[in-house]
């Protein structure tokens, strides 16, 4: 069965961190482009960051909305053949549902974008609760 699977969320004051982690089952990560998305109570669900697809010798060019550029970073490791987002200085407003969400790219794809409608495999996601 292909799915992802999120982790690492949790409860945390304001100004902590989290290490959030995608893992793929039933395939590999290496040739698709990851992106994190998220969800506050009672709101839509956002883009939050997104990765390209592995590419050897060549950057990642990972890409972050606006509201978490300078705290959160992508990331992928490959030994562990997952995708994590490293998530710092948080806010109250960062709380939600954070899912993993990826869809299958080629190299010569151009930079990933946050766009929803782009990606058809998804986690069930991880709760991310910042409150002191």
């Known amino acids: 069965q292909l799915q992802l699977v999120e982790s690492g969320g949790g409860l945390v004051q304001p100004g902590g961190s989290l290490r959030l982690s995608c893992a793929a089952s039933g395939f590999t990560l290496d040739s698709y482009a990851v992106a994190w998305f998220r969800q506050a109570p009672g709101k839509g669900r956002e883009g939050v960051s997104c990765?390209?697809?592995?590419?050897?010798?060549?950057?990642?060019?990972?890409n972050y909305a606006d509201s978490v550029k300078g705290r959160f970073t992508i990331s992928r490791d490959n030994d562990k053949k997952t995708v994590s987002l490293q998530i710092s200085s948080l806010k109250p407003e960062d709380t939600g549902v954070y899912y993993c969400?990826?869809?299958?790219?080629?190299?010569?794809?151009?930079?990933?974008?946050?766009?929803?409608?782009?990606?058809?495999?998804w986690g069930q996601g991880t709760q991310v609760t910042v409150s002191s």
């Open positions: 990765i390209r697809r592995s590419r050897v010798f060549l950057p990642n060019d990972p």
């Open positions: 969400a990826a869809k299958a790219a080629f190299r010569s794809d151009p930079d990933c974008r946050l766009i929803e409608s782009e990606y058809y495999r």
